[in-house]
């Protein structure tokens, strides 16, 4: 979903159009981003660095700095999309474009939102936010803050925070209504819909789901992007309410019309999620067709990277050659760009060894001292008299007994644990219980019990061989996780790594049991 959010917000971002006085820089701007793009990438990158020499003013640089930004990231190559980014920066400061400067801050947030570089990716956001009320259109400052509502909307869902996530959305529908210069106001109110939609199925409310996927559709229709993958989108998301209220046939049937426009448009982000939702359908009704699906979406993860990995060292190698090229005719300014391109190379290198040597150092020191289980107890320094307001020494005996008989059950896995229905399971006083979790564990019972499903899910990891093919989201939820982020925060925490770099060490090292 961040993957499909962040693709249309820079679709908005790139078809903010100016006048222009060269016809040459608008038709070979327009062709580049509207065919080459996805079409012939080096064709396009080539003609970025063309269009910059051809613009006649910083607007016109800015956008091709932009466009270079996307192409990149879009491949992988975000050490150099970001760099693209800062120049049109740079020269958006210089004009005091705020729009401009609100679009470049944007797309930073989402950038690096999907770098999973959080913190940074919300100071960009911020700015966004706050450049984007200088706008002086109004027409212009409502339509981008329209988008930017998505932008505001994907970061609280990383914190789960689904309700805050549709008051962002909602508030940007308002926005879209009240500009009147969006070129496709439908479309963009049904992106927004369909966003709702998926809120109200993370917070399992069925009807508010049904009736915005419903309107998102019907806006769909009515806008000049009927044939979008967005279709597809919201068949998916309509499939799924009817699964949640049990209304298998019909949730069949759209989750077929969702395959059909996926296997159409050949978008990739609309394939992978409708093959996870056919995936969990037949999860526990058809082993043999999840197998089917769970191989299509295995297969089409690695035809994307290598896709995209042959791609992206192409165009690295073409950016490398153009320096080379035109070196002779800017031999000063050229050796001032190699010099900052070696260094960013070399540190992006340094810092990936060194990132891959830390998340050893950790994983190691994760599975050899604490061997899947739980770490030592230790119990802080107690007033004296303490125990005596709680309980007696043999109650609590009593309880570290029934502690341990707990964490041997695996009920810890459920995912709508809490206090008093342990306490209630137990049969123990749940201050009681809270008291002795926080003496013998050194932790509070959330940290106690998210410990217990990570050490689970490492331990089976260690184990079984087979978990290691599996998707994070499945392993969330096997590990008793309401939602794939919550499980990867937590799991990172816990072991100090995120869950694809200890399963990746684990491939690479098949001897650590």
């Given amino acids: 979903m961040q993957l499909k959010n962040t693709l249309l917000l820079f679709a908005c971002i790139l078809s903010y159009s100016l006048c222009y006085s060269q ?20 064709k396009a990158l080539s003609n970025t660095d063309y269009l910059y020499t051809l613009a006649k003013n910083n607007t016109d640089r800015i956008k091709t700095r932009m466009l270079k930004a996307h192409l990149l990231y879009q491949y992988g190559i975000n050490n150099e999309a970001i760099n693209a980014l800062k120049q049109a920066d740079s020269l958006a400061l210089l004009d005091k474009d705020y729009a401009l400067q609100a679009k470049i801050y944007g797309f930073m947030a989402s950038l690096y939102r999907e770098s999973e570089i959080y913190d940074i990716g919300k100071t960009y956001l911020n700015k966004a936010v706050t450049i984007s009320k200088k706008i002086k259109d109004e027409s212009e400052m409502y339509r981008f ?27 940007g529908i308002q926005l879209f209504e009240k500009a009147a210069s ?89 394939k ?55 070196q002779s005719k800017y031999q000063k300014h050229k050796l001032i760009i190699i010099g900052i391109c070696a ?17 050893h150092k950790k994983i190691k020191a994760f599975i050899e001292n604490n061997k899947v289980a739980f770490t030592e107890e230790t119990e802080p320094e107690i007033k004296k008299d303490a125990s005596k307001e709680y309980m007696s ?78 998707k994070i989201s499945y392993l969330a939820d096997q590990a008793g996780f309401a939602s794939h982020t919550r499980f990867t925060i937590t799991f990172k925490k816990i072991t100090g790594v995120s869950p694809l770099a200890f399963i990746t060490y684990l491939q690479n090292n098949n001897d650590v049991a």
Avoid: W
């Avoid at 609280?156 to 549709?166: F, G, V």
């Avoid at 939609?197 to 806006?219: P, Q, T, V």
């Avoid at 069949?252 to 159409?264: N, P």
């Fill in 23 to 42: 016809q040459s820089f608008e038709s070979i701007y327009t062709e580049t981003y509207q065919v080459l793009l996805s079409s012939n990438p080096k």
């Fill in 145 to 171: 803050q329209g988008n930017l509502s998505q932008e505001l909307a994907c970061y609280e869902l990383l914190e789960s925070n689904y309700s805050k996530a549709i008051l962002h959305l909602k508030k």
């Fill in 182 to 270: 969006v070129s496709d106001k439908n479309y963009q109110i049904a992106i927004n819909d369909e966003l709702i939609a998926r809120n109200y199925l993370e917070l399992h409310k069925a009807d508010s789901a049904l009736y915005h996927y419903e309107k998102a559709a019907k806006e769909l229709q009515g806008s000049l992007s009927y044939d979008n993958p967005l279709k597809g989108f919201i068949y998916n998301g309509l499939a799924k309410v009817y699964v949640l209220t049990k209304d298998y046939k019909k949730a069949l049937l759209h989750y077929k019309k969702a395959e059909e426009i996926a296997e159409k448009s050949d978008y990739s982000a609309l």
């Fill in 272 to 326: 992978q999620e409708v093959y996870n939702s056919l995936m969990e359908f037949y999860k526990k009704t058809d082993s043999k067709k999840y197998i089917t699906y769970n191989e299509k979406n295995l297969k089409l993860a690695k035809a994307d990277n290598d896709n995209k990995k042959v791609i992206a060292d192409d165009l690295i190698r073409s950016i490398r050659k153009n320096h080379l090229d035109s």
């Fill in 343 to 359: 260094s960013s190379i070399l540190t992006t290198i340094a810092l990936y060894i060194y990132k891959r040597k830390q998340d």
């Fill in 393 to 470: 020494e043999a109650t609590e005996n009593a309880i570290l007994e029934k502690l341990n008989e707990f964490e041997n059950s695996l009920f810890y896995l459920n995912k709508t644990l809490s206090l008093n229905s342990v306490a209630s399971e137990l049969n123990i006083n749940h201050r009681y219980l809270s008291y002795v979790i926080n003496k013998h564990k050194s932790k509070d019972f959330a940290g106690y019990i998210n410990e217990l499903k990570i050490n689970y899910i490492v331990d089976c990891l260690k184990n079984d061989p087979s978990y290691l093919k599996y």
